[in-house]
């Protein structure tokens, strides 16, 4: 939060003293740093919407097993389209054949998820390995991680 106090000298006429170019500069520039922190606060509401949404969906999924550990990421890429994209390799180490849905979170270097995504990669054969591509939802600034952060064999 960025706050000002305008402090100048008396005059002898009724009328209140005109802001000074810098008072100007700097009330313009607590009211862009106004929006800017309602803007933050919209995109991290969003995020956290997106966040509850994928988990309410993998919460929906019945006769899952946990296979967090099955699936691993590689370093986000991004695209000329502009969009992140990771690779994922799925395992499948029992001896049935099986779908798995997963939830992938891109985040900045210090830990924010700037998007979040689900993915389903079908028919992973028994002890085999299967590639998938996590793609942002939209144009990301600053994603170093691709986090699995929920997987469910089905």
């Keep these: 939060m960025i706050s000002t106090a305008a402090v100048g000298c008396g005059n002898d006429d009724a009328s209140p003293p ?5 008072a100007s500069v700097a009330s ?3 009211s862009a740093a106004g929006k800017v922190q309602q803007g933050l ?3 991290a509401s969003a995020m956290a919407s997106a966040s509850a949404a994928a988990e309410s969906e993998m919460a929906k999924i019945r006769n899952g097993i946990d296979a967090k550990a099955d699936v691993r990421a590689e ?10 994209t990771a690779r994922l390799t799925v395992v499948n180490s029992t001896a049935e054949r099986h779908d798995y849905t997963v939830q992938v979170n891109f985040k900045d270097k210090n830990g924010n998820v700037l998007d979040t995504v689900l993915l389903s990669v079908k028919d992973v054969g028994a002890g085999e390995s299967k590639p998938a591509t996590a793609r942002s939802t939209h144009p990301l600034t600053g994603a170093s991680v691709a986090e699995v952060a929920n997987a469910v064999r089905h």
């Design 18 to 22: 005109k802001p000074s170019g810098a």
């Design 28 to 30: 313009a520039a607590v």
């Design 75 to 84: 370093s986000p890429e991004t695209g000329s389209d502009g969009l992140t």
């Design 41 to 43: 606060e919209s995109a």
